[in-house]
């Protein structure tokens, strides 16, 4: 395939002729990244099969991780699921259009190579005028898992999802880089209380003061998780080595330990002051609050392969609100990194 086009729109009000052209892309079984206030997607139109199979082929992702549906209306969900249970109805008048998935049971049409077989279907309203649009206009749903190769760092701007797919895919909509930075909170609604399948851009904080109290997936006793939250993810090429918060003695050891050997040593910091010893320019201190740290956690990962480090030095954030997402995303980068734990 010749090189990916992308084309840029404006953010609030996207140009239709664009949204023409990508929406007849998809019609024809092309594969479409599209902008989403968490990261972006990678998109076909979700009863198209042999699109949907693409997908799963141009990533390298495992077949039974099943995708996102991604509607502009509650007409579309009506279409994937025939009851949806109040703590759902809630939540998605609450927070939708936003980072939220909502798993529900699936309809019958909905094709088993989106859902992986399940009996469940994952479902999300994305906060985006150009990925809204592009749904009406398609007419139809889209599925979309975040537009990076399977095990990379999550795509939060265009150029990340070129830079991983470009000649693999037909075309890239540019509307900025992503406003939140992490994938949505996937919960689980078939039970009650709900479940949270993955932490992510809607803090359980807020979830409960809409809902009560929920589970999580993670640490209740049934261990249940996102079939996608048990592969390998989130991970730089660098090794993930995580230092506790403010402490600045083991991050200067680290920092001086792994450089002594010859490593090019990176790091992202938020509260430790950096050490004289250690250069500015190695990494990023991220000094405006979690929500800055969360959105650019993914592009600092990727910019630290950019520049070949071999070492990346992460400070932990305190794992309330939005840490949640970004501490979950931080312990599977230094899992999957760690040599010796591979
Ligand atoms: O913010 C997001 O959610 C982004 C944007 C593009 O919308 N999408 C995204 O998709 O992160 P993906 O495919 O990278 O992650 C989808 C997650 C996976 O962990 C998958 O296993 C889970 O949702 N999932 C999908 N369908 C499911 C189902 N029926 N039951 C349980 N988990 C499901
Ligand atoms: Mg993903």
Same mark, same amino acid.
């Given at each position: 395939m010749p090189e990916t086009r992308i084309i840029s729109l404006?953010?609030?009000?996207? !140009?239709p002729q664009v949204i023409r052209h990508a929406a007849a892309v998809l019609r024809s079984g092309g594969l479409v990244a599209f902008p989403t206030e968490t990261v972006y997607g990678l998109g076909a139109?979700?009863?198209?099969e042999r699109a949907v199979r693409r997908i799963f082929e141009v990533k390298g992702r495992p077949a039974d991780n099943p995708l996102i549906v991604h509607i502009a209306s509650y007409g579309q969900l009506a279409d994937l699921t025939d009851e949806l249970p109040p703590a759902g109805e809630k939540l998605a008048r609450s927070f939708?259009?936003?980072?939220l998935t909502l798993v529900v049971h699936g309809s !019958?049409? &909905?094709?088993?190579v989106v859902t992986a077989g399940l009996d469940t279907v994952a479902v999300r309203m994305p906060d985006n005028a150009v990925t809204l649009e592009l749904i009406r206009e398609l007419g139809s749903p889209i599925v979309g898992p975040s537009?990076?190769?399977? *095990?990379r760092p999550s795509p939060t701007a265009a150029r990340h999802v070129y830079d991983d797919l470009n000649g693999k895919i037909d075309l890239i909509l540019d @509307?900025?880089? @992503? #406003? &939140? *930075?992490v994938e949505s909170t996937v919960i689980d %609604?078939?039970?009650?209380?709900? %479940? &949270?399948?993955r932490f992510g851009g809607l803090t359980r904080e807020r979830i409960e003061r809409c809902v009560g109290p929920v589970l999580d997936g993670g640490s209740d006793? #049934?261990? #249940? #998780?996102?079939? *996608?939250?048990r592969h390998r993810h989130y991970a730089p090429r660098a090794q993930v080595i995580l230092v506790d918060r403010g402490d600045a003695q083991t991050f200067e050891r680290l920092f001086r330990l792994h450089s002594a050997a010859g490593k090019k040593v990176g790091f992202i910091v938020h509260s430790i002051a950096l050490p004289?010893? %250690?250069?500015?320019?190695?990494g990023t201190s991220v000094t405006q609050g979690v929500e800055q740290y969360t959105r650019l956690l993914f592009r600092l990962m990727r910019e630290m392969d950019a520049r070949k480090a071999d070492v990346l030095l992460v400070e932990r954030v305190e794992e309330t609100g939005l840490g949640r997402a970004v501490m979950d995303r931080l312990v599977r980068a230094a899992r999957g990194s760690a040599p010796e734990q591979a």
């Amino acid at each position: 395939m010749p090189e990916t086009r992308i084309i840029s729109l404006s953010p609030d009000h996207p !140009e239709p002729q664009v949204i023409r052209h990508a929406a007849a892309v998809l019609r024809s079984g092309g594969l479409v990244a599209f902008p989403t206030e968490t990261v972006y997607g990678l998109g076909a139109d979700a009863f198209n099969e042999r699109a949907v199979r693409r997908i799963f082929e141009v990533k390298g992702r495992p077949a039974d991780n099943p995708l996102i549906v991604h509607i502009a209306s509650y007409g579309q969900l009506a279409d994937l699921t025939d009851e949806l249970p109040p703590a759902g109805e809630k939540l998605a008048r609450s927070f939708w259009p936003g980072p939220l998935t909502l798993v529900v049971h699936g309809s !019958e049409g &909905i094709p088993d190579v989106v859902t992986a077989g399940l009996d469940t279907v994952a479902v999300r309203m994305p906060d985006n005028a150009v990925t809204l649009e592009l749904i009406r206009e398609l007419g139809s749903p889209i599925v979309g898992p975040s537009a990076n190769l399977s *095990g990379r760092p999550s795509p939060t701007a265009a150029r990340h999802v070129y830079d991983d797919l470009n000649g693999k895919i037909d075309l890239i909509l540019d @509307a900025g880089p @992503a #406003r &939140i *930075g992490v994938e949505s909170t996937v919960i689980d %609604v078939t039970s009650d209380p709900p %479940v &949270i399948l993955r932490f992510g851009g809607l803090t359980r904080e807020r979830i409960e003061r809409c809902v009560g109290p929920v589970l999580d997936g993670g640490s209740d006793d #049934r261990g #249940r #998780r996102s079939p *996608g939250t048990r592969h390998r993810h989130y991970a730089p090429r660098a090794q993930v080595i995580l230092v506790d918060r403010g402490d600045a003695q083991t991050f200067e050891r680290l920092f001086r330990l792994h450089s002594a050997a010859g490593k090019k040593v990176g790091f992202i910091v938020h509260s430790i002051a950096l050490p004289p010893t %250690v250069p500015c320019d190695a990494g990023t201190s991220v000094t405006q609050g979690v929500e800055q740290y969360t959105r650019l956690l993914f592009r600092l990962m990727r910019e630290m392969d950019a520049r070949k480090a071999d070492v990346l030095l992460v400070e932990r954030v305190e794992e309330t609100g939005l840490g949640r997402a970004v501490m979950d995303r931080l312990v599977r980068a230094a899992r999957g990194s760690a040599p010796e734990q591979a």
